[in-house]
Each structure stands twice: as C-alpha cells, then as structure tokens.
C-alpha cells in the first residue's frame, strides 16, 4: 500500500483533492491511503507515509518540512498550483506516485 500525506494550512480544499485522489486511485486498482491533515499536525503524522504533498497555502514551508522529512528518507514536494486550484486529482495522484521509490 503506498502512503501519501497532504498538509495544508487548515485541511478544507485539500480533504476534497484527497477524495478525488481516492476515486483516481479507486478507478485504477490502486491500494493507497491518502489523508490531509494541517500544518501543526506534520510532526506527529509525517512518519507514517511515504510521501508529503503540500498545498499552495503551505509552500512557504517546504524548505523547514523537508529538513524535518529528509533524515527519515520521506520526500516533501509542493503540489502544483494549477492541479491544485482545478482539484486534478488524478494528475497529483501520478505526481505522489512518481515521488515514492
């Protein structure tokens, strides 16, 4: 099963891009697990997943969070703002995807 973790500023656009990652992955045969959480919970969820996108709110945070992710080989990346704002789905799903080993 691949983990992929969202972090956003207050988990509300982005719980909607997590299901539409799900009905990508679903339509696929994909096993995945996909969740969102909030900036101030990164630190205690990281850990579990192999892969953290961050919303565009967020950005601004990838360089610290990554610092924090690095150690443990969990790669951070921003989501793209136009797959982001348009709610692509399927396109961040292949962009998680394309970051786990």
Partial sequence: MKKI???CAADM???LLVKKMLASAQ???LDVEIKAFGAGEFDDQFEHYQVILLGPQVKYMLSGLTQKAEP???PV???DMM???MQRG???L???LSLID
Avoid: P
Wanted: glycine share 12%.
């Fill in 90 to 92: 399927d396109k961040v």
């Fill in 77 to 79: 990346a921003a989501i």
């Fill in 72 to 74: 443990k080989g969990i």
């Fill in 83 to 85: 797959d982001y704002g």
């Fill in 5 to 7: 973790m969202l972090c």
């Fill in 13 to 15: 656009s982005t719980s």
């Fill in 27 to 29: 339509e696929r045969g």
């Fill in 94 to 96: 292949d962009f998680a």
